[in-house]
């Protein structure tokens, strides 16, 4: 699989479309297509069959038109990621929580982002080191920081604590969405494959060579990547809580 990367086209021309600083497409002919709809039919695309199947060619092709007047809305795959990104990215300007509630909010972040991660299957297998911040990205962010005015921690440690969380739901999500996707390619369960190791593995317990991992319970194991995830939400959050008790009580 071929890795992607936010940010790997022309910059200034992503930022122009994401930010609608370009206003040549407002001149000439009425186009038939807007950008809205090319962006929202490419993570369509992206979400039944991978971002590997996302080309100029099949985007054009679902939308009616030909390839080349696609280049009229967008130079190139790279710089369309760019924009799938921030449009997945795009957040709900509401919580339950009271602003206050910095624990409660962020544990709600990051099952958003969990749901996220594993809804669109193709967006933790992107590398997103150098993303072009668009107005959905920046929007989430803001609001994020809304909810944080009172976390008695400074501006970057609370930037660290919403990236901590980011980073554990895509790395979760990733283990989570590539068994699936294991299991649909093979056409063997995850227990069809631990099974067949399993006599060489019982060999390799009982040999005495691994006496730490032959005493582990039954269960040591169980889970994958939404359990994985949520343990270390947790364990996180009440990082951040220990955090804030010391600055609180050492100002």
Do not use: C
Not at 43 to 50: C, K, L, N, W
Not at 143 to 151: E, G, Y
């Amino acid at each position: 699989m071929t890795i992607e990367h936010s940010g790997s086209g022309d910059v200034n021309h992503s930022l122009a479309l994401l930010w609608e600083l370009d206003d040549r497409r407002s001149r000439g002919p009425k186009p038939k297509l807007s950008l809205d709809d090319i962006v929202v039919t490419a993570i369509e695309i992206a979400d039944a069959d991978g971002l590997e199947a996302v080309s100029m060619r099949r985007l054009a092709k679902a939308l009616g038109v030909g390839t080349m007047s696609l280049y009229r809305y967008v130079p190139g795959k790279a710089e369309l990621l760019d924009l799938m990104l921030d449009r997945v990215f795009e957040t709900d300007p509401t919580s339950p929580r009271a602003l206050d509630d910095w624990r409660g909010f962020l544990e709600d972040m990051g099952h958003a982002m969990w749901e996220l991660y594993t809804s669109h299957a193709w967006l933790p297998q992107v590398d997103q080191t150098r993303p072009v911040l668009g107005p959905r990205a920046l929007a989430g962010l803001e609001f994020a920081l809304q909810h944080l005015t009172d976390l008695a921690l400074p501006d970057a440690s609370k930037i660290q604590a919403i990236s901590a969380i980011e980073t554990l739901a895509s790395a979760a999500a990733r283990l989570h969405n590539n068994a699936i996707a294991a299991e649909r390619d093979s056409g063997r369960t995850d227990e069809e494959f631990w099974r067949a190791q399993e006599p060489v593995l019982m060999k390799a317990m009982n040999s005495g060579r691994f006496p730490m991992m032959a005493s582990l319970a039954d269960d040591a194991f169980a889970g994958g990547g939404a359990e994985l995830f949520e343990f270390g939400l947790q364990r996180l959050l009440d990082g951040l809580d220990v955090l804030v008790e010391q600055r609180v009580a050492s100002p």
